[in-house]
């Protein structure tokens, strides 16, 4: 049976905005993903959304149960009512498996997983779930979802336009704060400035050190964290290849290589460029994000 979920770095379990279209995803769907950063509260999230079902919990971090499921794919998701696996792209394999599954029992709601890598861009995937499996993106904690209050800002500029006015109680150093605080469950908990730093700095380097290793093999990974800092403090800025290259000492194609790895493991984000034109959208120059603002700062 599923875990409780009472137990999160806040002491609470935090509202998600995700839950809803997961559960809907969950109604009417046969496989579903929860994908996102490592420590965003997959997790947690999963656990409210097995809450009350009879479900089987699956945790690939594990290794007796990574092992298990590489010997027999196959009796490792057999199971008839929901099956939560955690961390899919540890084996991906299983999703054959599961595909099998789900063909001979279409039945929605079957599997419930979670991926902190994007799992259909995995090297090593042997099929595809298509027309069975929906994708739900998690990210870090948004602003509202910290405070409880609704997350309106966005809506609120569609439809107001330049005729916008906000006013806040905010200081410029209480926006700060939020900036280098981040939306990470873990760094939220921590009130101590110097402990949450230690937070970042351990979640990058176990993160090139483990989930991008496993995507491939970086033969140069002290250019890796260079690059790293290199893109944090472009953040919001051109994605341009040949300048980061320049900046780290890397080729452009192996900074390009390595900006993928950095997308698919959810530590950045490319922004399409923007255009009244499709064409020229579709060629222009991205931007890059990361993630989370407290991981850049």
Known sequence: MVRSTSQTPLGRVVPRHAEKPAADALSDTRVVLINGARQSGKSTLVRLLAKGRTAEWRNLDTLVARQAAQEDPAGFVAFPDLMVIDEIQ?????????????DSDP??????LTGSARVLGLRALPDTLPGRMETIELWPFS????????????DVVFAEGENLRHTSTLSRADYAERVVRGGFPEA?????????????DSY???????DVSQLSEIERTAEM???VR??????????VGSSLGGAVGLSTATVNRYLGLLEEVFLIKRVP????????????????????????A
Request: proline share 5%; hydrophobic share 45%; glycine share 8%.
């Open 90 to 102: 540890r084996v991906p394999e299983l999703l054959l498996a599961i595909k099998e599954q789900v």
């Open 107 to 112: 039945r929605p709601g079957r599997f419930l």
């Open 143 to 154: 602003q509202g979802e910290i405070d409880g209050t609704p997350d309106g800002f966005v």
């Open 188 to 200: 939220v908990a921590r009130e101590n400035a110097r402990r949450r730093e230690r937070f970042f």
């Open 204 to 210: 990058v380097s176990d993160l090139i050190a483990r």
């Open 225 to 227: 964290r260079a690059l």
């Open 230 to 239: 290199s893109v944090a403090a472009r953040s919001g800025q051109l994605l």
């Open 273 to 296: 460029a923007w255009s009244r034109n499709l064409s020229n959208r579709a060629v222009g120059t991205p931007k890059v994000a990361f993630v989370d603002s407290g991981v850049a």
